[in-house]
């Protein structure tokens, strides 16, 4: 029944934001989405490699409306569809919320409890399983005004551990689609007044594009890049201070190739700004 009760509430939400894409209220540029389709055929994920797009966060909209770009077919079934991570005090504020975002493959998290909660666990469970999931890995919503910049160019802001916790805890490396979206800023700007900024505006025009995969081999060199520390003679206080030391070090320079595939992604399409709309 749980199943049955997920599949309606997917499928549902997904012909709705289908209706919407193509409703005229807004327009759509898609890029590359043979990349993704590709990859939930893979027969990989039957041997258990998880899939996970990471994308900017541009608005309260970006997801659900972004899938609206898939295939029907895909709604249909929890494989191809993606698990996503959404704040507990904006999605599961009261129970009739709650279980529409459960039942919706939203996995509750919290705020400030750091990359070790429950969520993040549920996330690398999921990847095991060779489900989808779907990342904003700045955490939050970021608009391109707020983009800090380097030499005059903007970047994303940084980009939270908890994406390299979930890349290198999965049993086998996920395939990393990067993704960039342009437009939602301008379909839900930040800071409009009650009631506006519950409303999408109409006449944006939105871009979803996906990045080839992220190659497995950066990644895995630097998995393999962790000491070995066994014969060294330490106390076990220390021993865990000095691998705690070492795997965030890795867990930073994981979540660094991860931002840096998306934002060249984003460079190349919406220009040094980043704020481009897609061609």
Same mark, same amino acid.
């Given at each position: 029944?749980?199943?049955?009760?997920?599949?309606?509430?997917?499928?549902?939400?997904?012909?709705?934001?289908?209706?919407?894409?193509?409703? !005229?209220?807004?327009? +759509? %540029?898609? $890029? =590359?989405?043979?990349?993704? &389709? #590709?990859?939930?055929?893979?027969?990989?994920?039957?041997? !258990?490699?998880?899939? +996970? %797009?990471? $994308? =900017?966060?541009?608005?309260? &909209? #970006?997801?659900?409306?972004?899938?609206?770009?898939?295939?029907?077919?895909?709604?249909?079934?929890?494989?191809?569809?993606?698990?996503? &991570?959404?704040?507990?005090?904006?999605?599961?504020?009261?129970?009739?919320?709650?279980?529409?975002?459960?039942?919706?493959?939203?996995?509750?998290?919290?705020?400030?409890?750091?990359?070790?909660?429950?969520?993040?666990?549920?996330?690398?469970?999921?990847?095991?399983?060779?489900?989808?999931?779907?990342?904003?890995?700045?955490?939050?919503?970021?608009?391109?005004?707020?983009?800090?910049?380097?030499?005059?160019?903007?970047?994303?802001?940084?980009?939270?551990?908890?994406?390299?916790?979930?890349?290198?805890?999965?049993?086998?490396?996920?395939?990393?689609?990067?993704?960039?979206?342009?437009?939602?800023?301008?379909?839900?700007?930040?800071?409009?007044?009650?009631?506006?900024?519950?409303?999408?505006?109409?006449?944006?025009?939105?871009?979803?594009?996906?990045?080839?995969?992220?190659?497995?081999?950066?990644?895995?060199?630097?998995?393999?890049?962790?000491?070995?520390?066994?014969?060294?003679?330490?106390?076990?206080?220390?021993?865990?201070?000095?691998?705690?030391?070492?795997?965030?070090?890795?867990?930073?320079?994981?979540?660094?190739?991860?931002?840096?595939?998306?934002?060249?992604?984003?460079?190349?399409?919406?220009?040094?700004?980043?704020?481009?709309?897609?061609?």
């Amino acid at each position: 029944m749980s199943q049955l009760l997920s599949t309606a509430v997917i499928t549902a939400t997904g012909l709705t934001c289908k209706a919407f894409l193509h409703s !005229g209220l807004c327009s +759509i %540029t898609i $890029s =590359n989405l043979a990349v993704l &389709l #590709d990859a939930l055929q893979d027969q990989s994920r039957r041997k !258990g490699q998880g899939l +996970i %797009t990471v $994308s =900017n966060h541009l608005s309260t &909209l #970006d997801d659900p409306i972004t899938w609206g770009i898939l295939p029907s077919r895909c709604y249909t079934k929890s494989r191809t569809i993606r698990w996503v &991570l959404g704040a507990s005090d904006i999605m599961f504020t009261n129970p009739v919320f709650s279980a529409f975002f459960r039942n919706g493959q939203v996995i509750e998290t919290f705020r400030g409890e750091g990359i070790f909660q429950p969520a993040l666990d549920a996330a690398i469970d999921k990847l095991n399983q060779g489900h989808w999931v779907h990342l904003f890995g700045e955490g939050k919503v970021c608009q391109p005004p707020r983009y800090p910049q380097v030499n005059g160019v903007a970047h994303l802001q940084r980009f939270k551990w908890g994406v390299g916790r979930v890349v290198m805890e999965a049993n086998v490396l996920p395939l990393i689609i990067p993704m960039w979206l342009t437009g939602f800023d301008r379909l839900m700007p930040e800071g409009r007044p009650f009631p506006f900024k519950f409303f999408p505006k109409v006449g944006v025009k939105l871009g979803v594009a996906f990045g080839d995969p992220i190659p497995a081999a950066r990644i895995a060199a630097l998995l393999d890049s962790l000491p070995n520390h066994r014969g060294e003679k330490f106390l076990a206080s220390d021993m865990a201070i000095i691998e705690e030391r070492e795997m965030d070090h890795i867990r930073s320079e994981v979540t660094a190739i991860v931002q840096r595939a998306v934002e060249d992604l984003g460079w190349k399409l919406s220009g040094n700004q980043l704020d481009k709309p897609l061609a």
